[in-house]
């Protein structure tokens, strides 16, 4: 029973670069989140998934999409990178409390 | 906007002190309160609920809830220099409202030897 699963965990990308950050869960929750940690600034929202086939914007959506693939996997997509993106991610599942993989450090240049 | 506030510390105890960690918040039909513990350049933890009001006890850790006050703590005995770390509150949206937890940005606790 691995939780939630992200890869990669750091990745250095250049500006108008793009990636996607993968995320998995093994506990059958319907609800995923992606979250951005910065400084200061608290846990902001990007994107959730209600349940399998659904998602929408959170508070920060703008340079992001993502994909929820199945009921497992949820993806983050930076189409053009820029280095206000540089961040820590994190993904949550969640039936009741949030369950949060161990994150992603990315920094754009 | 639903909002939870906490204050952003740092909160500074001596080991073996008592730790309060406080939290309001504004969505009065909310009904699921979490503390989640996050150590530096780690992902957060969930270390306790309550959903009821009243006192929540596991070991060191006691969570408080007044819905009436709309204030959630969350009180650490005995506190450890390993229990120096941010301490996240978050609140579940009233059943049949969004998906979306709200949390505070966290307390940051350091526990001295």
């Known amino acids: 029973n691995a939780g939630v699963t992200q890869t990669p965990k750091f990745q250095v990308l250049k500006t108008g670069q793009s990636m996607t950050l993968q995320c998995a869960q093994d506990m059958n929750h319907n609800s995923m989140y992606w979250y951005r940690q910065d400084p200061g600034m608290g846990l902001r929202l990007i994107y959730y998934s209600a349940s399998e086939g659904t998602t929408d914007k959170g508070e920060v959506p703008n340079g992001y999409n993502v994909s929820r693939l199945n009921k497992r996997e949820f993806s983050l997509r930076l189409e053009s990178a820029a280095p206000s993106q540089t961040s820590v991610y994190f993904c949550?599942?969640?039936?009741?409390?949030?369950?949060f993989g161990p994150g992603t450090r990315l920094t754009v240049l | 906007q639903k909002e939870v506030e906490q204050n952003s510390g740092p909160l500074s105890v001596p080991e073996g002190a008592i730790a309060s960690l406080n939290c309001t918040y504004s969505d009065r039909g909310s009904q699921s309160f979490f503390w989640y513990r996050q150590y530096s350049g780690k992902s957060p933890e969930l270390i306790m609920f309550?959903?009821?009001?009243g006192d929540k006890e596991d070991g060191r850790f006691t969570a408080q809830l007044n819905k009436a006050s709309q204030y959630v703590s969350l009180l650490i005995r005995d506190s450890q220099p390993s229990d120096s770390a941010t301490y996240l509150c978050a609140v579940n949206p009233p059943p049949g409202g969004s998906y979306i937890p709200t949390f505070g940005r966290g307390t940051s606790l350091i526990v001295h030897p």
């Open positions: 949550a599942s969640r039936y009741n409390e949030q369950f």
């Open positions: 309550i959903y009821s009001n």
